[in-house]
């Protein structure tokens, strides 16, 4: 990846250091010889206060994605800059009642919001990533108009783990898949400060609006039962 183009929310999480410095938003793009299609949009998810990212929430209907000054300023803040091919999000940010832009990032094969952007709109940017390569034109139609939502789940604290099972018949309404990421004999435990934790498990939701996505998000811990090592 070019020095360019930074990391941008990599994979274990990141932490926006202060609540006014986080981004309102990230717009998905793709890029094909120097146009720039906004996709779709994904509100980055922070725990309250100063806690860290911890996913994203997707609508297919976001209206921000229509705003001709959203549209125009990431088509802008890509011109002279970046791969002439690609699949980019740029965050977006209110400041001060205006919005602006924080910074672009060419997004990597498997990143968590491109998870929540398929299941939201059904457009593959995997596959348009793919065409891109072998220099063909992305296929970009939605197939989908709904909510999404992709969320990290950690443990309270630090915990040594002999297992983790997902109770299907506990999990509640709207949850689209679950993805066990730590494996026994390791360990889980919560972000601190800007350092990201390990996770226990991905959580995908789906549903008419963000809120029912969230409320679904909210209620999955209750169908994890973490096993600890025991000493």
């Known amino acids: 990846m070019s020095e360019r183009w ?4 990599p994979a ?12 309102l938003a990230l717009v998905v793009s793709v890029v ?10 994904a509100r980055p998810e922070h725990a ?7 996913g994203y929430v997707v609508e297919a209907a976001d209206p921000l994605l229509h705003r001709p000054d959203a549209v125009g300023l990431v088509r802008a803040m890509h011109c002279g800059t970046g791969p002439g091919r690609g699949v980019t999000a740029t965050a977006l940010r209110l400041k001060d009642g205006d919005l602006q832009g924080v ?8 990143a968590l919001v491109l998870r929540a952007g398929w299941l939201a709109t059904g457009t593959d940017l995997v596959r348009a990533r793919m065409a891109l390569a072998a220099g063909g034109d992305p296929d970009l139609v939605p ?9 990290l789940l950690y443990p309270p604290a ?4 002999e297992g983790v099972e997902v109770e299907v018949a506990a999990l509640p309404p ?10 026994p004999g390791e360990s889980a435990r919560p972000p601190a400060g800007a350092g990201a934790g390990e996770p226990l498990v991905l959580g995908l939701a789906a549903g008419e609006d963000g809120a029912a996505c969230r409320r679904a998000l909210d209620l999955l811990p209750g169908a994890l039962r973490v096993h600890e090592l025991r000493s």
């Open 48 to 54: 309250a206060g100063r806690d860290p990212f911890r």
């Open 103 to 110: 910074r672009i990032a060419e997004l990597r094969e498997g």
């Open 174 to 183: 709207g949850i689209w898949e679950t993805e066990v990421l730590a494996r």
């Open 32 to 41: 094909c010889d120097g146009q720039v299609d906004p996709v779709f949009v």
């Open 12 to 23: 274990g999480g990141e932490e926006w250091p202060e609540a006014d410095e986080r981004p």
């Open 143 to 151: 197939r989908r108009r709904c909510a999404a939502g992709a969320r």
């Open 158 to 161: 630090a915990v040594a783990l």
């Open 6 to 9: 930074p990391a941008l929310l």
